[in-house]
């Protein structure tokens, strides 16, 4: 395989950095790029030295940053874009700067491929379907936006959505675009403050000896997939011959409720923590499920581990 000059946005993060690890590991001449807003520079210790590796603190909507990165690189042959501000609870609370960052990001990004003429990966979202009325969610469903009146958890999901009608754009001006969305990614580096995801949260809470919080009657489902898979299907959906604009999603089809979810990572942590219920956010998604069959058939991905396996190796690496 011909090493590759290969930009990841937001490669000190959660994804970002796993990404980063394969990539390096694989060979290839790599640059992370991140704000260190969410990301960390912990989570890139084990190439943090290694000679094909880079890390530079900047800003993704800057051209000047981006530019600077590149030079660095030596040129560019791969992005994959997965800056973004991400947590529902950012959602909420900061909705003009995740609308901002997300989508100025991935303009100032396509734009850099563009002009290198650089293979484009970007990073969407189940989220980018709204409140999809269809499970388990396909590519081409419609995508459904309840009023922004009444909340703004859509700040994220409609900026992924916009990001994929930028991608789709760049691909009739020429550029090959690949679109991943990753279902549910889990792993030891989630986080979990009251930012983070739901799994890093209780496993957080449990490690502080407080309360779990199921929001709402915990009904709500998610489909769970292990970070290692999701990096999986990140990296073939990069490197097969694919269409141009061709879309991934890269999730289990494992299904299971937020309320059976905290029970089961009680058991695996052997806790007696209590679990509790509480009002949670507005517009959070009753269900969310992925049709994989594309990147089943197109990339040969499988997921590989089963949530259970999943939250056992997570525990183990994170427990105290």
């Not at 937001?10 to 260190?36: K, R, T, W």
């Not at 609870?89 to 995740?98: D, I, P, R, Y």
């Not at 992924?160 to 991943?180: F, M, S, T």
């Not at 089809?253 to 990572?265: D, F, V, Y």
Request: with cysteine; hydrophobic share 40%.
């Amino acid at each position: 395989m011909a090493v590759k000059r290969i930009l990841v946005t937001g490669g000190a993060g959660f994804i970002g950095s796993s990404l980063c690890e394969a990539l390096v590991n694989a060979g290839h001449n790599v640059l992370a790029l991140d704000s260190m807003f969410r990301g960390s520079e912990g989570n890139l210790e084990s190439i943090i030295e290694a000679e094909n590796f880079q890390l530079v603190n900047c800003d993704v909507r800057d051209v000047e940053d981006l530019d600077v990165c590149v030079e660095a690189l030596g040129g560019l042959d791969l992005v994959y874009h997965l800056a973004a501000i991400n947590g529902t609870k950012w959602f909420h609370e900061a909705a003009h700067s995740v609308i901002d960052v997300n989508i100025n990001g991935t303009l100032r990004t396509l734009e850099l491929a563009m002009a290198h003429d650089a293979r484009y990966v970007f990073a969407s979202s189940p989220e980018a379907f709204g409140e999809p009325e269809i499970q388990p969610i396909n590519d081409g469903d419609p995508m459904i936006f309840s009023n922004p009146a009444d909340h703004q958890r859509h700040s994220y999901g409609a900026s992924k959505y916009l990001g994929e009608i930028a991608c789709q754009h760049a691909v009739r001006e020429g550029l090959d675009v690949r679109i991943v969305r990753p279902f549910n990614a889990y792993g030891p580096r989630l986080c979990g403050d009251e930012y983070g995801q739901v799994i890093g949260i209780f496993l957080q809470n449990i490690i502080e000896g407080k309360p779990i919080e199921v929001h709402g009657d915990g009904n709500q489902t998610r489909s769970f997939t292990w970070i290692d898979d999701v990096v999986d299907g990140f990296v073939r959906a990069a490197s097969l011959e694919v269409k141009a604009g061709s879309v991934f999603n890269i999730g289990t089809t494992e299904e299971i409720s937020i309320s059976k979810l905290a029970s089961k990572i009680v058991n695996i942590c052997g806790s007696d923590v209590i679990i509790k219920q509480s009002e949670g956010y507005f517009g959070d998604s009753k269900r969310r499920l992925p049709n994989v069959v594309s990147s089943v058939e197109v990339l040969g991905w499988q997921p590989k581990v089963t949530l259970d396996e999943g939250l056992k190796l997570m525990w183990n690496t994170i427990s105290p």
